[in-house]
């Protein structure tokens, strides 16, 4: 079911997922499809997302964006609801926002020592690492190591009555079932051509591949594939904190109900890793009493573990 | 194929043992027709042979060389030569349709004069030779709405040859046109009269009638793909792998190919994926999964892409829906009326202990 939407209002809004933007010259939505999309989120009572440029939107955008509850992801702090950083700039980071960090496994493995400092000040961090395809044996060695190390940080902050998300590490612990990007399923993203698209990496990537427009309305094909329960894989699986990336299903299988090898051992890894830091923070006394213990399982893949539940 | 991409295809194959852990294997020549590059074939089969002793691998001894022929070059030295060399571990189907009408209908020499000239002829007299060879050597048909009003002369006619297992499905595209169900229905009724009441049911078979179809499946535990695509690897000319020939460009309508890897790259495993957690839940309709005569009703995965309404291999054609329902109403029949008869024939217990039911042929 449709619960969030949304609207990327330029050309060159932040990306704050795993798919690049590079598109470089500003294609401002019209504002008048501006206004039939907030219109189109309100019948439809959809939470509204509006994606932004780095540079101000002029006066009358401001003023049709301010009629109607929303968030604003931003690559400003300036009134954010979400802050998005592509690079390493940990300075000066608001304390009351949502951070999203996006960056390559390589900055992350030489880096992650930096985040300690931040985690000690944002409520909420998300790293979004832009290159999961990537990964290799090695890297999935280092991931694991560096998840330790930050999982270490977490633990001292959360002894120390501090208790900061880190997406990579609290979610999965924090939650009872999935809970994934939903694109195309709880989200649709609405593009500054008017059309609607899975997610913005959709748009990004190919703008052939909308799925209606404001106009005439929705029409998603194959829907139910959008929906957990139409994922093989993913409907076996308990690395609840998965992205679950349509997009980059779509990019590394073909298939957008189907994750890659990579996909799913950062996601266990990640899941794991969650695992040892609520056993480690449970030590110091009774935490998340409501939450049940993450298993033991003898997998990184759950595709490896099919013949179980086929 | 050139030689060295067919080298290096099984090269590729034998020195990724750990990936293809199945027991036994079969190589499966694919046309066009095969036969016409029996040279070719000859060679690489010596070369598959001798690969897979020097390097131990455990296929050796464990194969199988299949063909699909149209069997025009059946009977030629070099093809004799080859049987003779492999019979042990060859399995070979001429591909006969039926009557001489019905055969040639879509098997036409090209380029013969102006006047169109089937085939029928030049195949059927290589049949005995085939029987003689493969005595328990079965055809395959393929039904499509031009070919309904054969059907039942055609499985007879075969019969008539002494092929004594004929296999035959209707094709999953599109093809069907109002009331080819009804037609349908009426020649398998009438094929049903002629098996029971001539006892062909003690000798023959034909994979149209079967015990197993037509039943309620359950979901929970009968989930399974119908389809093998993604388990078998399929190479190109060009040295490119597919999870399937009918994922191949030459075999798709409007769809891009799916190239699951090469014999230089190797095989992307991420693409393959897919394929291999299909299953008959997360691709069909509610009305395939709540049917109450699901149970035979086939599917082929690059019928099932090509048609779909988006680039997935999860979407179900389901354009054989009519012709599977006209199929059971008359397998019903046939098994009803049989198993009467033999009732009051007395034989009804031996039959059923002796009886054998043609597994499904797909594709």
Redesign the interface.
């Known amino acids: 079911m449709l619960q969030y939407f949304i609207i990327l209002l330029d050309d060159t809004s932040a990306s704050y997922c795993h798919c690049e933007n590079t598109k470089m010259e500003r294609r401002l939505m019209p504002l008048e499809t501006l206004r039939k999309g907030i219109r189109f989120g309100m019948m439809e009572n959809l939470m509204i997302q509006f994606v932004y440029p780095d540079y101000e939107l002029p006066t009358e955008y401001n003023e049709v964006i301010e009629k109607i509850d929303h968030s604003k992801i931003k690559p400003l702090a300036d009134a954010a609801d979400v802050l998005i950083l592509n690079k390493w700039q940990l300075s000066d980071l608001p304390n009351d926002i949502p951070v999203v960090l996006r960056t390559s496994k390589k900055d992350l493995f030489a880096r992650y020592n930096e985040l300690e400092e931040v985690l000690n000040k944002v409520e909420r961090l998300n790293v979004v690492i832009t290159d999961v395809e990537t990964f290799t044996e090695d890297d999935f060695n280092t991931y694991k190591l560096v998840l330790s190390a930050l999982s270490s940080n977490l633990e001292r902050l959360y002894v120390n009555d501090k208790s900061p998300q880190l997406n990579l590490l609290t979610d999965r612990m924090m939650l009872s079932q999935m809970n994934n990007c939903g694109a195309g399923d709880t989200n649709i993203t609405l593009a500054p051509n008017g059309k609607f698209y899975v997610c913005p990496a959709f748009y990004l990537d190919e703008e052939t591949d909308s799925i209606g427009d404001i106009e005439h309305g929705l029409n998603i094909k194959n829907e139910q594939l959008y929906k957990f329960d139409y994922a093989p894989i993913c409907r076996h699986c308990d690395a609840w904190q998965c992205k679950r990336c349509i997009w980059l299903n779509r990019k590394n299988t073909l298939e957008v109900n189907t994750p890659s090898h990579e996909q799913c051992v950062v996601a266990h890894l990640e899941r794991n890793a969650s695992k040892a830091l609520l056993e480690n923070i449970r030590k110091y006394g009774t935490f998340l009493p409501e939450q049940e213990d993450i298993k033991e399982i003898d997998y990184l893949d759950p595709f490896d573990n099919k013949d179980k539940w086929q | 194929m050139p030689w060295e991409i067919a080298k290096q295809a099984i090269d590729y194959i034998l020195a990724h043992e750990s990936d293809f852990k199945e027991e036994s294997v079969i190589w499966d020549f694919i046309g066009g027709e095969p036969f016409l590059e029996i040279d070719l074939i000859d060679k690489i089969c010596d070369y598959l042979k001798t690969e897979m002793y020097r390097l131990n691998h455990h296929w050796f001894n464990s194969y199988r060389f299949a063909f699909s022929t149209n069997g025009l070059n059946y009977h030629t030295n070099k093809v004799q030569k080859f049987i003779e060399k492999n019979h042990n571990h060859l399995s070979i189907g001429i591909t006969i349709d039926g009557t001489k009408r019905k055969h040639d209908l879509n098997r036409i020499y090209k380029n013969i004069g102006t006047e169109e000239k089937g085939s029928y002829e030049d195949v059927v007299k290589n049949i005995p030779l085939w029987l003689e060879q493969f005595p328990m050597g079965s055809t395959k048909v393929t039904i499509s709405s031009a070919d309904i009003p054969y059907i039942k002369e055609s499985v007879l006619h075969l019969y008539s040859l002494g092929i004594k297992e004929v296999n035959i499905n209707c094709v999953f595209e599109d093809v069907w046109k109002d009331e080819d169900d009804k037609r349908f229905e009426e020649q398998l009724l009438d094929l049903a009269d002629s098996i029971i009441e001539n006892n062909l049911y003690e000798d023959y078979a034909c994979s149209f009638f079967s015990e197993t179809i037509g039943k309620p499946l359950d979901i929970s535990l009968e989930?399974?793909n119908w389809c093998g695509a993604g388990r078998m690897l399929a190479v190109d000319a060009k040295g490119n792998f597919y999870p399937c020939t009918r994922f191949a460009a030459y075999s798709l309508r409007a769809k891009r190919p799916?190239i699951i890897g090469d014999i230089k790259k190797g095989i992307n495993?991420?693409?393959l994926?897919?394929f291999?957690?299909?299953?008959r839940f997360?691709q069909s309709k509610k009305e395939c999964i709540n049917c109450e005569v699901a149970s035979g009703c086939a599917w082929c995965q690059g019928e099932n892409y090509d048609a779909?309404?988006?680039?997935?291999?999860?979407?179900r054609s389901t354009a054989i829906c009519k012709m599977h329902k006209a199929r059971v109403r008359a397998n019903n029949y046939y098994w009803n009326k049989l198993y009467r008869k033999l009732e009051l024939e007395g034989k009804r217990e031996e039959f059923e202990a002796n009886k054998k039911d043609l597994k499904p042929e797909i594709c």
């Not at chain 2, 291999?276 to 299953?279: A, G, Q, T």
């Not at chain 2, 779909?308 to 979407?315: D, G, L, N, R």
């Open positions: 989930n399974q799916i495993k991420n693409l994926r897919p291999l957690v299909l299953d997360t779909a309404e988006t680039s997935t291999i999860y979407q």
